[in-house]
C-alpha cells in the first residue's frame, strides 16, 4: 500500500508540468541526481544527471558550471512496431497512429527513494500493454544506479522490442563539456567514457541489460553508439520483466587508468546482488536516513508532506562520502545556478543536517575549508588579508559569480554585483560552522578545520572595516536585501561582523585553554598579534549599527527610509515580485525588500541583537516592505514571527515556503530545486514554531505549534547522542526516548 | 484568516481549468445556482444560472431540460480606457497592449457561501489597481443576489469606468429558451424579464447599482441593452467600492403580472438592508446548515476538505422552500444532464439530507409525490398498472430521457435504453422514502403524501413482473451496471422488487394499525384488494434471484459469467473507463461492469440479502470486474468495503470517490458537479466508516475508521431531535451532546 504522505504523486499526466515536474521527482543519492526525466524521448524534456564536483568552464559561457553527465536512463521500446511514447493521452479513436497513453501514473516514494511510473498504452496494431518502470539510485553503493522495467499484455499478444543505450551527447542548455567520448560493448553490456574539455574530469558509465530474448549490443550507425537490443512475444496476461544496472566512476573516485576496469567489476558486483538485493539495501539506507531526520506533524497532512518532501530533497543532494564538494543553490536538481554553491548552503541547508545528520554537515563544511586558498586569494586580490570567500564557488575555491546577467527581455544585459558586493558570505560561513561545533561538540573538527576558517575570515574583516567618521563602516555591501546594491553599512553585515570577530575572540579564548598547541600553531599561522585581536576589540566596541532612537527599530542601512514608500501588501495577490511589476531601475529606489534582511539578522541573532520590543518594532516596520522576490525569505519570517507570538504570519510564511517547489510559486522550479527555502522550512519548523535552541545543557524548546497542530515530534543529535522530542499542543514537551 | 480546510482556492489563474473551476465555485441556495463565471468577459467561459423548476423544451433539441436564465453577473471594469480583463497573465513588459494580470487569487468560503476573487491588473497606461470581487446568493432571502467590487488605486491615479448589466441573451450550449424579452431602467435600476418559449415560465431579474461618481442608465444600442454605468477617478492609495444588487422571481412565485413590481420592492429591501446587512443573515443561515451537515474527520485533511466540499454543493442545490423541484444529476452547477432528475436523488442525494437537514430530504421526497401522475401515465402507456416513475424527470414528470445519444465522434448516435428498461426507479423512490420516514419518523409525511408512492409503485411491481418457468421474472431490464442493456432478470431489481413488495405489505399493516382512514382510503383510491396483496406475496416467495450454488454468489444476471473475463485491475492506472478503452461494441459483450450493481444490492440491503460469507464474495468476484465508468461507483463500494473489512479498498475507494470532481478525474465536471458521488461520499463514511444504521432505539454504529483517522463527529436527527455522535480511532463512541 501507498505510504500516506510519504508519496508525490502525478495521476494522469500532465505534460504541461513537464519540466517542473522533472525538478520534483529527482532521485539522487548524494554522489549524484537524476531529474525525472523519461526512458523514452519526450519534446522539451531536460534530461540531466549530475555528478558532484564535476566542474567545467565551456566555451561562450561567463564562468564554469556543474556539468550535465551522460543520460544513463534511456531505454526505448516498440510494441508491434509502435515506438512506446507518452502520446495521444485519453484517445480512444480505435488506432490513433503513434499510439496512445491510456493510464498514467507516477509515484516517487520519498520513504524509500524510489521511482515509480505505470503507463497503460495501446499500441497502434490495438495491443494494450501495461508498462512499469522503476528506478532508484543506490543510498547504499552510490556507483550504481539501477531500473526494472515490467511489462504485462493486457490485450492482445504483442511482439515487444527493447533497445537501451547511454547517452553522453548532452549539453548544458547548449553548452558542451564533453569530449574525447569512447565506447565499448560486449553482449548486454556498453561502457561510455569522457572528459570535460576544459577542467579535465573524466567520468565512465556502464551498462547491463537483463532481459527475456536474445540480448545483444550492436552499433547504431545512424546515432553512433553502441545498443543493447532485444526482441520477445507476450501472449495476453504474459508477464516480461527488464532489468538495467549502471555503474559509474569518475576520477575523483579512481585513477582513469582504473576505470574501465571500475565500472564492469562494479557490474558484475550489482548483478551478483541482483535488482531486489540492490534495493533492500538501498531501502535500509534510507530507512536509517530518516530515523532521525522525519519531523512527524500532527494535525496538519499539507504541512507534514511539505517536510518530508523538502528533507527528501535536501538528503538526495548532500555528499554522504565526500567532504570536497558542496550543494549548490539548485541542489543536484537542474541546471539554474550552475550548481554554483551560495550562503544559501551554510545558512538554509547545512543546519537541518547538523541537527539531524552531522556527518553531511561536516562533509559540507569541510568543503569549505579545503578551499580556504582560493579564499584567500579572493582576499588578495581585492587588497585585503585573511580570507574572503566568494560569493559563488565551485570547485576551484574561486569567485564564479558572472558579473553580468543573461540578456534581458529587451537584450541588454544587468550588471551582477554580487560578486564584488555581498561579502557577508565569509561570515554565514562561521555562522554555521560555529552552529555545527556547538550541537555536536565535534572539538576534532573544529580545531583541524573549522578555527581556522573562523579566523582567518575573523582576519579579512579585521582588514575590510574602514575607520571614518570616529566610527567603523563598511561601504559598498549588498545584504540580503539584494534589491539594493552597493550601500554603505548594511546592518546586517556589520552587526554579524561584530558578532563574528566577537565569536573569533571567544574562540581563541576556548583553543588557548583547550587545545593551546593548535591555539599556538593558528596564531602564528595566520599572525594573530596582540595589535590585531585588539582592532577587533576596538570594531566590536565601535562598528557603526544604523538604529533609529525614536522609532527603537534597527534601519537596514542609512538613507533606506528617505526611498519612496511601496505597501507591499497592496500588491496582493500578486504572483511576481514587486520588483517584476514595478522594473528593476524603479524599484531599486523605493523601500521594497527582497528578502528578509534585519529579519534575517533577527532570526540569527534572536534577543542577542535588541530586547523582543525592538524585535517586534522592526519585524512590523520591514515584514510589510517585503516582496519575498527570494525564495529564501517566507521560511525566515515564518521563524521570527512565530518567535515574536505573530502566529497568522508565521503560518501564511510557512504555508508559502512549503509550497514553493511544490507549487511552482515562482515559475522556475524548471531549474531546480530550491535548497535555501527547503533548509529554511526545516527551520522555521525547529527554530521557529518549536522553538528549539541549544541551552546550558542542551537542546530545550519553547514550542508556539500553529493553533490547528497536535504535535510535532523530532530528533535531533546533541554531542553524538539522539535525542528525541515531541511538543504537544497545547503545550508539553516530551523527551521521548 | 481564512478559515483552514474549508476554503476552495485557486492561486493564480487556471485558465486551462476555466470550465472546471466554473463548476466547483458554483454559489447557491436552493433557488437558484451561478457558475463561478467571471463579472467581465472571458473566452470559452460557460456563464451559467439556473432557477429550480424552470424548464423548457427548445426547437432541435430532443428533450426538455433545465433552462439557463439570464446572466447577472456583468460588471465591466475600464481602467484608464483599458478594459479589465484576465489577459496576459504576469506579462512584465512595461505596457502590453490590453494591459496585464499580475496577480489573481480566488477563493470559495464553503463556510459562508461566498466567493471573492481578488486581482492585480496593470492598465496601459501604467496604473496599477487592485480589484476584490465578492458575491453571494443570498441563503436568508433567497430572491436577492449581491455583489461587491472594491478597486485600489495602488500605483497611479486612474479614471475608472463602470458599466453592469442583466443578460438574457443566453443559450444551452446553443438552445434557444427565452423570447419576449422586455426590459425597463430608470437611474441605477434595470429589470430584464422573458418567457420560455415553450413552457411559457416567466423570468425577471433586476440589478441597482450603487457606486462613487454620477450613476445612470442608457440604453446600448449596439448590443440592444439597458446599461447601468459611472465613472471616477482615484488617487492612488484611494479605494472605491461598488455594489449590485439583484433580485429574482419567476412566475412560480408570483404572477406575471405582479413580478415587476415584487422585482423592485425587493431591491428596495435589500438597498434597505445594505450589503453588509445581506451578507449577515445569508452568514447566519449558512452556520445554521453547517451545525448539523458538517462531518469532522481528524487525522486526514484531504478527506475532510473533500466531504465538505460535496456537502456544500448538495447544500447549495437542494430547495428550501420548493417541494415540486428536486435536484438534477449534475446539480445546478452545469448543463450536463440537462437539469433531469434520476435514482441519483434518492439514493444519493436525499439520505444525506435525511439525517441532517430532513426538510429538505422531505421537499425532495414531495417533488415526486406531485409527480405520480406522471408516472401512472408511464404505466398505463407501456400497459402496467400503478406508478412507473420515469428514469428522467424534469418539471412536467413525463418520461424525459432521450431515446438518442448525441452524435459520437463518428457521426453516428447510439440508442439509450435506459428511459425503457431502467425500471428500479420507482423502487429507489420507495427505498429513500422509507428510509427518511424511519429516521424521522415524520409520519404525517408518511400518511399524506409518502405511502401513496410506495404502495402505487408496488402496484406496478405487481403487474410488471412476468410469471413463467413457475417463477416470476423480470425481462429486459437495465441494472445500475448500465453496460449490459436489456437484460433479463437482472439480480439488482428482482431483488428490489422482492423487497419493495415486502415493505409496501409492511407499511399497509402499519396504516391499518395507525392510520386506518387513510389506510381504508389508500386501499381504496389504489385498488388494494386481498387478491393483489397475495400476489405480491407470491411474488415474494417465488421471484427468481440469480444465485450460484456451488460459488456461493449472487448473479448479475443469467448468462453474466458466460460472457467474455476481463481484468479490469491489469488496466490500471487507467484514466479511462475500460468500455472507452475497449470501445462501447465490445465492452458490452464483456463481464466489464460500469457500476456497483451486486455491490449496490449489498449496500442497500446489508446481511439481509445474505450472510456475510456470501457478500464477502460476492465483493471479491465483481470489484475486479467494476471499471467506475459511472461517477456512483467508487463510494458505494468504499461503503461495501469497509463493512466487510476490505480496509484498503474501503479507503481506496474512498478516495477516488471524494477526487471525482476536485481532480475532474472523469474529465466532465465542466458540465457540473457529480451530485450522486457528492452524497455517495458521506454515505460512504457515515454508513460504511462509521457503521451508522437506524437500530431499535435510534442510530447506531459499529465504526471501522481508516487506520491513520483519528475520529469522526457527525450529527444526525432521529426523530426530530440532533444527536451528536463522535468515533474514534480506536474505536470509541461518543455521543457528544
Redesign the interface.
Known amino acids: ?1 501507498r505510504r ?1 504522505l510519504w508519496t508525490l504523486e502525478e ?2 499526466f500532465h505534460p ?1 508540468k513537464l519540466n517542473h515536474y522533472e525538478t520534483l521527482f529527482t532521485i539522487g543519492n548524494g554522489y549524484l541526481a537524476t531529474r525525472g526525466t523519461f526512458e523514452e524521448d519526450f519534446d522539451g524534456s531536460m534530461a540531466t544527471t549530475m555528478v558532484h564536483g564535476v566542474f567545467n568552464h565551456a566555451q561562450g559561457v561567463l564562468v564554469p558550471e556543474l556539468v550535465n553527465s551522460f543520460n544513463w536512463l534511456p531505454i526505448h521500446i516498440t510494441i508491434d512496431g509502435t515506438p512506446f511514447q507518452l502520446i495521444n ?2 484517445d ?3 488506432n490513433p497512429p503513434g499510439g496512445a497513453v ?4 507516477r509515484t516517487l516514494d520519498l520513504y524509500r527513494g524510489v521511482l515509480l511510473r ?3 498504452f ?1 499500441a497502434e496494431s490495438g495491443a ?1 500493454v ?1 508498462l512499469s518502470f522503476e528506478r532508484f539510485v543506490s543510498l547504499h553503493d552510490y556507483h550504481v544506479l539501477a531500473q526494472h522495467i515490467q511489462l ?1 499484455a ?2 492482445g499478444n504483442p511482439e515487444i522490442e527493447v533497445e537501451s543505450f547511454i547517452d553522453p551527447h548532452v549539453t548544458n542548455a547548449g553548452a558542451q563539456h564533453w569530449t574525447d567520448i569512447t565506447t565499448d560493448y560486449d553482449d548486454a553490456r556498453v561502457s561510455v567514457i569522457a572528459k570535460t574539455n576544459q577542467s579535465g574530469y573524466t567520468l565512465g558509465m556502464a551498462s547491463h541489460l537483463v532481459a527475456p530474448g536474445k540480448v545483444e549490443t550492436v552499433m547504431d550507425t545512424a546515432n553512433q553508439r553502441p545498443v543493447t537490443r532485444t526482441s520477445f512475444t507476450l501472449r495476453t ?1 504474459e508477464t516480461a520483466d527488464v532489468y538495467k544496472f549502471i555503474s559509474v566512476f569518475t576520477n575523483r573516485d579512481v585513477s582513469p587508468v582504473a576505470l574501465p576496469g571500475k565500472l564492469f567489476d562494479k557490474l558484475d558486483s550489482a548483478l551478483g546482488s541482483g535488482y531486489d538485493g540492490l534495493l533492500q539495501a538501498h531501502e535500509a539506507e534510507w530507512a536509517a536516513y530518516w530515523d532521525t531526520s522525519d519531523i512527524q506533524i500532527e ?4 504541512s507534514q508532506f511539505a517536510l518530508r518532501f523538502v528533507t527528501y530533497h535536501i538528503l538526495i543532494a548532500a555528499p554522504r562520502h565526500d567532504d570536497d564538494v558542496s550543494v549548490g543553490a539548485k541542489t543536484l536538481s537542474g541546471l539554474g545556478y550552475k550548481g554554483h554553491v551560495f550562503w544559501d548552503t551554510e545558512l538554509f541547508i547545512v543546519p537541518p543536517l547538523t541537527l539531524t545528520q552531522p556527518r553531511l554537515a561536516r562533509n559540507l563544511l569541510m568543503y569549505r575549508y579545503h578551499r580556504l586558498a582560493g579564499a584567500r586569494h579572493k582576499a588578495q586580490a581585492n587588497g585585503y588579508e585573511g580570507a574572503m570567500f566568494p560569493w559563488e564557488s565551485t570547485d576551484t575555491g574561486e569567485e564564479t559569480t558572472p558579473q553580468w546577467s543573461d540578456p534581458q ?1 529587451d537584450g541588454h544585459r544587468i550588471r551582477i554585483w554580487t560578486g564584488d558586493s555581498e561579502q557577508h558570505i565569509s561570515t554565514d560561513i562561521a555562522y554555521s560552522l560555529l552552529q555545527y561545533w556547538h550541537w555536536t561538540g565535534d572539538h576534532d573538527f573544529l580545531i583541524r578545520y573549522g578555527a581556522e576558517i573562523v579566523l582567518d575570515t575573523a582576519v579579512f574583516w579585521g582588514s575590510r572595516v574602514e575607520h571614518k567618521n570616529g566610527r567603523y563602516e563598511i561601504s559598498q555591501q549588498i545584504g540580503p536585501d539584494e534589491y539594493h546594491e552597493n550601500i554603505d553599512n548594511s546592518i546586517f553585515t556589520n552587526r554579524m561582523v561584530v558578532w563574528h570577530l566577537n565569536e573569533a575572540l571567544k574562540l581563541l579564548d576556548w583553543l588557548n585553554a583547550n587545545a593551546p598547541a593548535d591555539a599556538k600553531r593558528l596564531i602564528q599561522a595566520l599572525d594573530l598579534t596582540p595589535a590585531r585581536l585588539d582592532k577587533w576589540r576596538d570594531i566590536i566596541a565601535n562598528m557603526f549599527i544604523p538604529f533609529d532612537e525614536k522609532q527603537q527599530i534597527h534601519i537596514q542601512f542609512p538613507g533606506f527610509f528617505e526611498m519612496e514608500f511601496i ?1 507591499v501588501p ?7 515580485s514587486v520588483q ?4 528593476h531601475y524603479r524599484s531599486i529606489q523605493t523601500q521594497v525588500i527582497k528578502q528578509a534582511d534585519v529579519v534575517m539578522l533577527m532570526a540569527l541573532l534572536g534577543e542577542e541583537l535588541a530586547p523582543r520590543d525592538v524585535l517586534l518594532n522592526n519585524f512590523n516596520t520591514y515584514y510589510p516592505r517585503t516582496d519575498h522576490g527570494s525564495s529564501l525569505s517566507p521560511a525566515m519570517h515564518a521563524w521570527v514571527a512565530s518567535q515574536l507570538g505573530l502566529d ?1 504570519i508565521a503560518y501564511e510564511m510557512f504555508e508559502h515556503a512549503g509550497a514553493i517547489d511544490l507549487h511552482d510559486n515562482k ?1 522556475n522550479v524548471r531549474d531546480g530545486i530550491h535548497g535555501a527555502a527547503s533548509g529554511g522550512l526545516f527551520q522555521a519548523l525547529l527554530f521557529g514554531f518549536c522553538g528549539l535552541r541549544l541551552g546550558e545543557n542542551g537542546p530545550e524548546v519553547t514550542p508556539r505549534l500553529p493553533e ?1 497542530w497536535k504535535s510535532v515530534s523530532f530528533t535531533v543529535y546533541y554531542r553524538g547522542e539522539k535525542r528525541r522530542i515531541r511538543v504537544t499542543n497545547p503545550v508539553a514537551v516530551v523527551p521521548t526516548a
Open positions: 500500500m500516506r495521476f494522469p504541461e493521452q485519453n480512444t479513436t480505435p491510456l493510464g498514467y501514473r505505470e503507463v497503460l495501446r494494450i501495461r504485462v493486457v490485450d496476461e494535525g496538519d497532512d499539507t527581455p505597501p497592496h500588491y496582493e495577490p500578486r504572483t511576481l517584476a511589476i514595478l522594473g497568522e515559475g490547528h
